[in-house]
């Protein structure tokens, strides 16, 4: 059985919180307790229903599928307190998860009787039609003098009391299975026919349609070309499959899209509501027979991959590539992790290909500054490097005198600028840059992972060179099409011809570590609490950094000044750092875990990178919300970021009709959309624009004017941008609103040349490779924007190659 149990307040120290976790421990054995905290949950405000906000739908989402609920209530002024009462009004409002469910009432307090009355509330209010709980009668739990109940420990003191609370618990359970069995849903009929229905999606509205006939859901087709491709493609496969294969609206939502999870079910209920039947019968009924645990499952491969982003299936595909077989295990409903959020540009010298283009006004400048930087500067490793690149730029000036500058790059300039860019120090005056000989296979091999990726069927785009923010060089090679799904796409599309197993919804727990130390497989849990083991003689960790997990990176950081609880993120919601725990169960040493990276151009509102006008900096205009310009814009991500947070984190990228057709993220249709949505801003003159983002119409005006003149003259005495290309000029005007949100982590699992994971003794863990952002070492303090997809895909084959060439070698031992 599985309970979950809420803390009746959001108190940092409560002795409620103490019982509760004493009951999670004390009966492990018989059920498993999951303890919600109220902290974070909103004041119930019929006027702004937030019962699809994710706090809410969390609540709603474990109640609805524990089998019965433990809520443990203090005592506020002969009452429950505010924050309880708070989540019953949001669970009982537009959401039910409450209805029928068994419930058992316990309490804490300083008094011996403390929670009497408390309790004796809550069970009236539990007993109210709108949450009409099952609640479990007598047997009423109250924890006097609650101070002094508890041992060091944790554990209730009181043996008697011990006692008592068994007695509770083991009839609760017993009421639990016999109130369920009133959950039985009841047969339904429909009006038969088709309903035409729209549901919240992740980017807006899903018209959806749903076919009936008199007894069953026959069909569901949802209209998907609002959303982005890659990221919630399995809902609208899996929800819909599930729904009909069950006849059943109790169907899981899908970690990460949880939105549009919720919308798809919704969407369905409102048309089985048209048809005539009650979607609360169907959302009472079982699961659909392939949600369900079936037993543990066991596999064996040559490889097995943990992670099935980018660096996970190029690790996958090289594998397949030498004929061996490989498993990867994917914690995540979908494939792609943060590569389906990139926007798709991946770094890589290609100097044949990059002067067909013409130099734009201040990139000379740009290299001319880097080759003048002194040489006590340049660390030893790099020394003989920066001075070829030193002779590379005298000869490009040389041969371009005439005027006929075109882009310049070399794989020497890209690699001086990745030790350039990521070379910092940290608060604690802790300095930092790239590991030399992983800078160096990133840099040399870039274009090599690029000709690699197109054989196995990435298209890019050769009429465009590009740059992502903060890459500070024109060299990105841009898929022709779907950004960075692109990648994920074909390489999947690989993976999976070539006998390549993907078993997603499998989070790894822990590795198979044998006696000798060597890595010999994962278990994990499958999507429904099953184990699944898989045996390979090599393992390849991929599942990313931790971007995603706010406490985590609090924990390590010593880059920025505060990081908030409740900053946004870029990241996939499964970027956790997983994979370096696994590592360093293993004993692997780690690197950089300090740094850490803020896109400085994310949204506001949920930290995505794909809402708004992305355009290339170089035609940025980045201005403050008074107006001003306050950075160069064509500098690295952690200096944009710093600048903006000084500036109070909000910011607007003011863009004209030319400039958007330069963005790389959008099309009009998408635009047209935002402006309507209000999370983009458009007018026909600056000084309109102005007026709708609150800023002074003549301080924009200025500001405009005086870049439009920068961009004349090829030079911005005021911040230093040394890259032109449009000024801001023709009607209509656009307002992006931005603001910093994590984007990437530096710091990870150390690793060798050839991925090894290594101990903090520098020998290496045998059977364990890591790639992608899970491993640290290569972009030390601040990654340079398109550096992220040249070291998934370059470290990701590597890794692959590796792990099956170390295993013929010791087949022959």
Not at 380 to 393: H, M, P
Not at 762 to 781: F, M, N, S, T
Request: with cysteine; proline share 4%.
């Amino acid at each position: 059985m599985k309970f979950v149990g809420i803390v009746g307040t959001n108190a940092s120290k409560s002795y409620n919180r103490k019982l509760l976790e004493f009951m999670k421990s004390h009966f492990s054995e018989k059920v498993d307790i999951e303890i919600l905290e109220l902290k974070g949950v909103p004041m119930f405000n019929e006027s702004d229903d937030q019962s699809q906000s994710p706090i809410i739908q969390n609540f709603n989402t474990k109640i609805t599928e524990a089998d019965g609920v433990i809520i443990a209530t203090p005592e506020h002024n002969h009452s429950v307190p505010s924050a309880l009462k708070s989540i019953l009004e949001w669970l009982s409002w537009n959401l039910h998860p409450f209805d029928g469910k068994p419930v058992m009432v316990v309490g804490a307090a300083y008094d011996m009787q403390g929670s009497s009355r408390a309790q004796l509330h809550l069970r009236q209010i539990l007993d109210a039609p709108g949450v009409n709980a099952s609640v479990m009668p007598g047997s009423e739990f109250l924890l006097g003098r609650a101070n002094e109940a508890f041992d060091e420990a944790g554990k209730i003191k009181s043996e008697r009391t011990v006692d008592f609370l068994e007695s509770c618990f083991h009839r609760f359970m017993r009421f639990a299975k016999i109130a369920n069995l009133l959950n039985v849903p009841e047969d339904v009929s429909f009006e038969p026919g088709t309903y035409e229905v729209k549901a919240v999606g992740h980017n807006g509205d899903l018209p959806m349609i749903v076919e009936m006939s008199s007894t069953r859901i026959e069909k569901i087709d949802i209209d998907t070309a609002g959303e982005s491709q890659g990221i919630a493609d399995v809902v609208f496969t899996r929800i819909p499959s599930q729904i009909i294969e069950g006849q059943t609206l109790n169907v899981d939502i899908l970690s990460g899209a949880s939105v549009t999870s919720n919308g798809v079910i919704d969407g369905v209920a409102k048309a089985v509501k048209m048809a005539g039947a009650n979607p609360d019968v169907l959302k009472k009924r079982p699961k659909a027979q392939s949600a369900i645990n079936h037993g543990d499952e066991e596999y064996t491969a040559d490889v097995v991959v943990v992670g099935a982003g980018g660096a996970g299936l190029a690790a996958a595909a090289s594998v397949l590539q030498q004929g061996k077989k490989v498993i990867i295990v994917e914690k995540f409903p979908a494939i792609g992790g943060n590569t389906v959020r990139t926007g798709g540009p991946m770094n890589a010298a290609d100097p044949e290909w990059q002067r067909k283009f013409a130099a734009i006004p201040g990139e000379g400048h740009t290299i001319e500054e880097l080759a003048a930087t002194p040489e006590e500067q340049v660390d030893a490793e790099y020394l003989a490097d920066f001075r070829i690149f030193k002779q590379q730029v005298a000869d490009y000036l040389r041969d371009t005198k005439e005027g006929k500058e075109f882009l310049f790059d070399s794989a020497i300039f890209h690699r001086m600028q990745t030790y350039f860019g990521g070379k910092r120090n940290d608060l604690q005056g802790y300095s930092i840059y790239g590991q030399y000989d992983l800078v160096k296979v990133l840099t040399d091999q870039a274009l090599a992972s690029v000709k690699w990726l197109e054989e196995l069927g990435v298209e890019f785009d050769y009429n465009e060179v590009t740059m992502p923010v903060g890459a500070l060089w024109r060299r990105g090679h841009k898929p022709v099409k779907h950004e960075g799904y692109a990648f994920v796409a074909a390489l999947e599309q690989f993976v999976r011809a070539q006998g390549g197993q993907i078993l997603t919804d499998t989070p790894v727990k822990r590795l198979i570590i044998e006696a000798d130390g060597r890595v010999s497989g994962v278990i994990g849990t499958g999507v429904a609490g099953q184990t699944v083991t898989v045996h390979a003689p090599a393992v390849v960790l991929a599942s990313g950094g931790f971007g995603a997990n706010t406490q985590m990176l609090k924990q390590y950081n010593t880059y920025w000044n505060e990081i908030d609880d409740d900053i946004k993120t870029s990241n996939s919601p499964a970027i956790t750092g997983d994979g370096i725990l696994l590592g360093q169960s293993a004993g692997a040493d780690l690197v950089g875990m300090g740094f850490s990276q803020m896109m400085p151009v994310s949204d506001p509102q949920t930290g995505a990178l794909f809402s708004g006008l992305q355009v290339p900096p170089q035609n940025f205009v980045m201005v403050n919300q008074q107006g001003k310009r306050f950075v160069n814009e064509y500098g690295s991500r952690d200096q944009l970021s710093i600048a903006a947070i000084n500036n109070g984190g909000l910011f607007y990228l003011i863009a004209d009709d030319k400039i958007k057709e330069t963005a790389y993220n959008t099309n009009q249709a998408k635009i047209d959309k935002q402006v309507e949505r209000g999370t983009l801003f458009r007018a026909d003159t600056l000084e309109e624009l102005a007026q709708q983002i609150h800023i002074d119409p003549t301080t924009l005006v200025d500001t405009i004017a005086m870049y439009n003149s920068y961009v004349d003259q090829g030079h911005d005495p005021e911040f230093g941008k040394n890259a032109f290309d449009l000024k801001v000029a023709v009607a209509p005007f656009y307002a992006t609103p931005r603001k910093p949100a994590v984007h990437h982590t530096m710091g990870g699992l150390k690793i060798d040349t050839q991925t090894h994971v290594l101990r903090e003794s520098g020998q290496i863990i045998p059977g364990l490779y890591a790639a992608g952002e899970v491993a640290g070492g290569i972009h030390a303090g601040n990654r340079l924007g398109g550096n992220s997809l040249t070291d998934i895909f370059t470290f990701g084959r590597i890794a692959g190659r590796t792990a099956v060439e170390e295993q013929a070698v010791l087949s022959k031992l």
